[in-house]
Structures are given as C-alpha cells and as structure tokens.
C-alpha cells in the first residue's frame, strides 16, 4: 500500500492493521512501513482482500494502536533506551560497555517487572515516546475521517511488477525478516502491559480542549464576561458603577465602549470612582478598590477617598489576578501581567497558587489559530474554573446543535458532493469506482452517458465503458423501454450479488410470442452469439423480439454499443433520409445508417447473451438470498450516504424499504452504520454511513460567496434527490397550467445551493420556475443554462415556453429572442 503520508503515519496504521486481523481473524501477520507505504505479509489465499480491509475506523484507531504498540518491537527498543538513560540498567563494572544482547536481557527482565504496575514512569514515558514522538496519531485519525467522508480516494491497481516505490518496500520487507527468528523475544514482542490509562491521558495531553472549544462560542463568552455585548451594556450610573466592580479598572473609551452614555464624568463627580495610573494608562477604578490597587500594584491613590477604603488588604495582587481570571476566557501570564503592569513572574507565582486552590486550571482551551493572540497558538493557557464550566458547557451546545437534523435542502447539497459529481478524477479506474457507486439503480440509457457518468468522470469517453464491458468487468441489464428508442439500463460489476436482486422481468410482464421463444432457446443453446448466428429469418422481427427480451431483463450484450446506438437511432436515421433523397446511384439507393450490414445492424452488435447466465458468472451461482440483501442495502448505503425509507422507495427496490430495513438494523447493531434522525421531514427510519454524517452536517449552512453555487443535473441522476428522496418543490405559476415536474429522460433540473430553482423540460423547450419570484435567484439559474451548452449535452438551447417573468434574465443571459422562442448556441 502506497501514501505519501510519511512514515508517523504509515507505522501506527500498520500497527492497527495487524491489530485487527489478529483480533477478527485469529491471524498473525507480517508488516513494515517506511515514508512511502506498508507491506504486510497475508496468508496464501486465492483472492486479494478488498481495499476497505485497510481502512479504520477512525474511533477505533487510538485504541487499537495504543493496544498494539505495547507488544511492538519498537515498545522494547524504547523502553531499553529509556531504561539505560533513567539509570535503572546498571554496568557490571564501570568504564565498560555492556554487550548489546546482555542490555536486552536486562531491559526484559526489568519489563517483566514493570508491566505489573500500569503506573511506572519508564512505562509510561515509553508509552507517550512511541505515540507522540515516533507516531503522529492525530494525523492518521483525520486521514481515516477524510477516507470515510470521501474527501481521500483510495485506488486499487493490479500491476505485472512492482513501481519504483513498492520495489523499494518489497526490498526493505525482504531484508527485515529474513532473520527474524535471530532477533532476541524481547525485541520480537514485549509481554501484556497493565497501563494506568487516566495518567497516560495527562502525558498524552488528551486532557486538552482544544479540539471541543467551539471558537464563535468562546468569542461570544468573553463579549459577555466583559460586558462589551449590547445586552449587557450600562444603562445607568449604579450599571456602570457595577462594571468597574466586576471588571476593575477602565480606561474613559473602555468604560464608554460598554455602555450606553459616557457615565465617568458623574462617577468622578459622585465620588464612586476615583481616576489612578496603572501600567502607564490613565483608568478609573471603584473608590473601594483604592487599597486593593494600592497594596498589590504600588498604584498612588489621589486624595479624598475614604479611609475606611484605604485600608491595608492582604493577597491584593491575588484578588486582582482571580477577579481578571473571572472576566475573561483562557489566558497566558503575560496577559494580566500587561494588563496589571506587573512582572510575569509575580502573576505566574500568584497563578500557580490558584491552581493549587483549585481556582483556576491549566491545560489547551483556546482554538489553535483562533487568531485570539498567542494563548492560539498552541500553548497551555489558564483559565477560570467557572468560565471553563460555562465554556464546555456553550461549546457541547453547539455541538448538540450540530447533530440536530439538517433541512433538506442539505441534502441536496451533500448527494452532488457524495456521488463524486464534478470530480476532476478520469479514466477508466474512476469510471469503475462511478459503476460501482450506481449499480442497480435503473437509469435511462439516453442520459447515462451523457449526464450521469460525464458529470463523474473528467473527459468521459463511450470507449472506457466498452473496455468494461468487453472484458467482462461489467454487465448491463435492460430494466424496462421508455418509448421505441430508449429504455432503463441496470449496470452491475463483476462478483456483485446484487445482479440477482433485479427483476427479471420489468412490469411483470414477459414476452412470449414464436420469435421471442426461438431467441431464448438459441441462446441457451449456443450461448453468447452475434446477431448473425441468431439465424434470424426476418431480420427486423428478429431485432424487434431482440430487444423485447432486452427490456424485459433477459438479455444482454458484451458491448454497450448497440443501446448507444438505438439512442441515437431516430436522429441518425433522420440524417440518412435526406442523405437518401439527395444522392446515390440510379438503380440503387444509398443505404441508411442503420439498415441492415454483413455483421447486423448498429443496433445489435456485439455478442449476445442470457442475462440468467450473465447473472450466475456475474454474482455465483446460488446466491443466498441474505447475502444478495446485504449487497443491495450495501449499495444503496453506498449511492445514497444517508439512506431514508423515501430514497428505497423512489428507486423501486423489489420489497421497498422492508426488503433491507432488517439488514440495516443489522448493520447498526455491528456498529458499521449510525442510525438517527439526520435529515428534517424524511421520517425517523434514516441509516447512513459515519461519514457521510459528517459532511452531511459540513451543508448545513449556505455556501458564502457572491455567486450562489450552481449545477444543472439530469432529472433522472441518481444524485439530483428531488423526486426520489425529497418531494419536488411546487410549480410557480408555469404556461399552461403545468403540473409538478417528474423524472423524464432529457430533462433537468437547476439547482442551486441545492435549492430546486428551475425546471428544464425535455430538450429544454420549457422552463418551469420552482422558486417564488424574488429577484435573487433568477438570474444565476439562467446563467447556469449554459453548462449544458459547456459540456456538450446539447448543441443550443431554445426555450419556447417560459414564465414572462424569466424574460429579462433570460435577455440578460444572452439568450436571442427567435419566432421558436429563446435560443442560445454553444
């Protein structure tokens, strides 16, 4: 396996690899890892495991590795050096060196010892040596996250000899164990270690918050504590009195800063507070805080305060400190120690006493990058231990907040993004990873190309498709006609169960005239044959009945060629016909595209076959029915990320959601899948992958920008949820008193920022608005009309029918007003 993560990350992944497979499988396996990958070493096996075998979870990860590392090499070889540095592994005699082989006796001798006391400091620093310094754990949980949300692609490739870099690992695997049997058993493996895991957590700093502060609640919590939110303003004299009693000394434009009127004229006047100096800064402070600020800053009080306010006050430095610790949010020393103009080493003293008291703590709080001065950036900060209780406690509501249900607006957001829609990645390895995503759901064969695995694959060609299918890596199945030149295509790969889960006949109904019965004994005779070998006695009834059993689901072919051709059929003939009027010899007429050649029509080339006996080498044969469940509830999982009873239902799953909801409880209960309410309105029965949980919730807020994100999807995509998933929006206004938009072939749909905006009708002779007119959206949902002239999907667009409302936009956008109607040419 090659990544260009670097060894920190490549050597706890390989850990926990071979972690798991001990634990599930009972297997010992073999693995080594340097910057530019892992080998490990499997049993002998007919089939390479699957790429998802080396993919964690990425909550499990730090178990999993924190388990395996205790019993590593590495552990022992840290441990000793560790050992000999602390002393604990004395020389015989002093001046010599100790053998090499006598220090690890010695240091698995002192193991054998140590592992009895979880709490032993060379145990435990070995420990937080080999996960903080040696791996980088963080790293490789965030890769694991980034895999499950698909934000990383891992790519499988079969190759005759190894790349410059997997030679490389191949020789260092070579070289490592071909003496593993002379290395000592305490480099081979260290014995069980009982670790006492609440002070490994201190030395891992797991304790840190960093990771949970939320930064806009923690921004919003110090505009509270000092009183610059408008809520908590001063309003009156006695207010801002209280503002200098909790927050201590102002400057003029602070203390105006927080209140409604400027109020110091009439504190100084009423003799509440009293102007002083402190840290070269003219403030004003409470007339009972002048022998506080006197004693503990050396502050020089003017006359005429009280004497019952001058008074000495012991700890005043310490009471200055804890009442700027209360108003503010995690802080470094230098910070009051600025504010108070006092050396750093004075507060510090005074902060460690107050940790000591338990008043303050010490640890990671403030965002790294929080862009809050240098308490982001990393280092350990102190903070109030009320503050820090109300800041965990705004933080986890956020979070709560976060696992709330999205709109389903969201949704349409997140499944473009889930289904690779837009992705720059190209050739026939993501067209393999595309098919794998959309087996088994019925697409027609007119849109499949050009909308769906175009919008997928960057430069998409029909060529790739046709390698797939020639060398067997997929097989289409027909799943019903729509009209005479176009029908529902089914794709499945290889191996895949799911192509017993189709039905075998669309509707429920089968052809059966004398034609259709001579084709299927044919080819359950001869098998795969070519058109000519069907010995076809009219060869337009032959056809004709050929592609009956077709759509009906029984029949299939090597290529996808011909259904290519029967698409594109009606057009070309059309073209042929006034080729045929125009020219040609005198006594015979130029042939049509399409009619009849030496190998059949364009319509039935390639070999053809039984779909029964495509799906028994496709699946096996004698699939258990379970197994064909797991695979279809596996799938859908897969196409849909967040899976909702309307999402089954709109893809006409034999069975509807009853058919697979005991698998995906199944799964639930095994912990592969989440179970919850992620999206509002689409019911409680909603199962989704880790995930796709996660970057379901990253859509939950419109995307910012000055252009509203747009895409123009087929109807029919798998990826546009409207329709299937999410009801369609209602129709605004409309000629002609059209009803609500439906998934036709050749028609689509704009969306933008998910919302459905407009609907495009059949060879875009119509636009259907699905929004209220506003002025906000009207012109980017026109302007996006021109990504079907970008890609290729049509040649012009010529609107005939249209909302009067749309007009302006639609000038605006450059469409030409023509007597057909609105027209723009690529």
Not at 385 to 404: C, G, I, M, Y
Request: hydrophobic share 45%.
């Amino acid at each position: 396996m090659l990544s260009p993560f670097g060894a920190r990350v490549h050597a706890p992944w390989a850990l926990a690899l071979e972690s798991r497979v001990r634990d599930r499988l009972g297997l010992e396996v073999q693995a080594i890892w340097d910057d530019d990958g892992i080998v490990v070493r499997l049993p002998e096996a007919d089939d390479s495991p699957p790429v998802d075998a080396v993919i964690l979870d990425p909550d499990e990860v730090e178990d999993l590795v924190v388990e395996a590392v205790g019993q590593s090499a590495l552990f022992a070889a840290r441990f000793r050096e560790n050992a000999a540095r602390a002393l604990l592994l004395p020389r015989r005699r002093p001046g010599s060196r100790t053998p090499l082989w006598q220090m690890r006796q010695k240091a698995a001798d002192l193991l054998a010892v140590a592992s009895r006391y979880g709490s032993f400091p060379i145990l435990l620093e070995t420990y937080r040596e080999c996960l903080r310094d040696v791996f980088d754990l963080p790293a490789l949980q965030s890769l694991m996250a980034d895999i499950a949300a698909r934000r990383v692609r891992v790519v499988s490739v079969d190759t005759a000899a190894p790349s410059p870099f997997a030679s490389s690992l191949a020789f260092r695997y070579v070289s490592n164990f071909m003496y593993e049997g002379d290395s000592p058993v305490a480099e081979r493996r260290a014995q069980a270690l009982t670790l006492d895991r609440h002070m490994l957590a201190e030395l891992l700093g797991a304790d840190e918050l960093r990771e949970l502060i939320d930064p806009a609640a923690l921004a919003a919590l110090e505009a509270e504590l000092q009183a610059l939110d408008e809520r908590r303003w001063a309003r009156t004299v006695d207010a801002a009195s209280d503002l200098l009693r909790r927050l201590g000394d102002l400057s003029v434009d602070e203390l105006r800063a927080r209140s409604v009127a400027d109020f110091s004229e009439a504190l100084v006047r009423e003799r509440r507070a009293v102007p002083v100096r402190v840290a070269g800064e003219e403030r004003l402070i409470l007339a009972e805080d002048a022998g506080r600020y006197r004693d503990g800053l050396g502050v020089a009080i003017p006359g005429g305060v009280p004497e019952a306010f001058l008074e000495p006050v012991p700890a005043a430095l310490e009471q200055l400190v804890r009442r700027w610790a209360r108003t503010h949010g995690p802080f470094l020393a230098a910070e009051p120690a600025a504010r108070l103009g006092v050396a750093v080493e004075r507060v510090e003293e005074v902060l460690a006493g107050l940790e000591r008291d338990e008043t303050l703590v010490r640890g990671g709080f403030r965002p790294v990058g929080s862009g809050a001065g240098p308490a982001g950036d990393g280092e350990r900060e102190w903070c109030d231990a009320h503050v820090l209780r109300l800041l965990r406690q705004r933080s986890l509501a956020v979070l709560r907040r976060e696992v709330e249900p999205v709109e389903a607006v969201c949704l349409a957001r997140f499944l473009p993004a889930w289904q690779g829609v837009g992705s720059d990645a190209r050739g026939i390895d993501r067209l393999f990873e595309v098919v794998s995503q959309l087996q088994g759901v019925a697409v027609p064969a007119s849109v499949l190309e050009r909308d769906v695995l175009a919008a997928r694959v960057r430069d998409y060609s029909p060529r790739l498709l046709d390698e797939l299918c020639a060398g067997g890596e997929v097989v289409w199945v027909g799943a019903g006609p729509l009209g005479r030149d176009d029908g529902k295509v089914l794709l499945y790969l290889r191996g895949s169960p799911l192509a017993l889960a189709a039905p075998a006949a669309p509707g429920g109904e089968r052809p059966s005239e004398p034609e259709h019965e001579r084709l299927r004994e044919v080819l359950a005779t001869r098998g795969a044959a070519f058109f000519r070998d069907l010995e076809p006695a009219d060869d337009r009834t032959t056809l004709d009945a050929l592609w009956d059993l077709v759509w009906a689901g029984e029949v299939t072919n090597d290529s996808f060629a011909p259904v290519r051709a029967l698409s594109a059929r009606k057009r070309s003939a059309a073209g042929a016909g006034r080729g045929a009027r125009t020219g040609g010899s005198a006594g015979r007429p130029r042939p049509r595209l399409g009619t009849l050649t030496a190998m059949g029509p364009p319509t039935a080339q390639g070999r053809w076959s039984l779909v029964a006996g495509a799906r028994s080498s496709v699946a096996g044969a004698g699939a258990d029915p379970t197994v064909v469940a797991h695979a279809l509830a596996g799938a859908l999982l897969e196409r849909h990320g967040v899976l909702t009873r309307e999402a089954v239902r709109g893809e006409g799953v034999s069975g509807g959601f009853a058919a697979v909801y005991p698998v995906l409880r199944a799964m639930e209960d095994a912990g592969r899948i989440r179970r919850g309410y992620f999206v509002t309105g689409l019911g409680g029965a909603q199962f989704a992958l880790p995930g796709a949980v996660d970057r379901l919730r990253q859509y939950r807020e419109p995307a910012s920008g000055d252009r509203t994100p747009a895409s123009v999807l087929a109807a029919t995509d798998p990826a546009n949820p409207y329709g299937v998933a999410l009801p369609w929006p209602e129709v605004v206004g409309g000629p002609g008193g059209r009803g609500r938009p439906a998934r036709t072939a050749g028609a689509y749909v704009v969306l933008l920022d998910g919302a459905a905006s407009l609907y495009v009708e059949r060879r875009a002779r119509g636009l259907v608005a699905l929004r209220p007119f506003d002025g906000t959206w009207e012109l980017d949902a026109v302007v996006a009309l021109d990504q079907l002239l970008d890609s290729g999907r049509l040649a012009r667009v010529v609107v005939e029918r249209v909302d009067v409302e749309l007009h302006r936009y639609l000038k605006e956008a450059h469409f030409v007003p023509t007597p057909r109607g609105w027209a723009r040419y690529r």
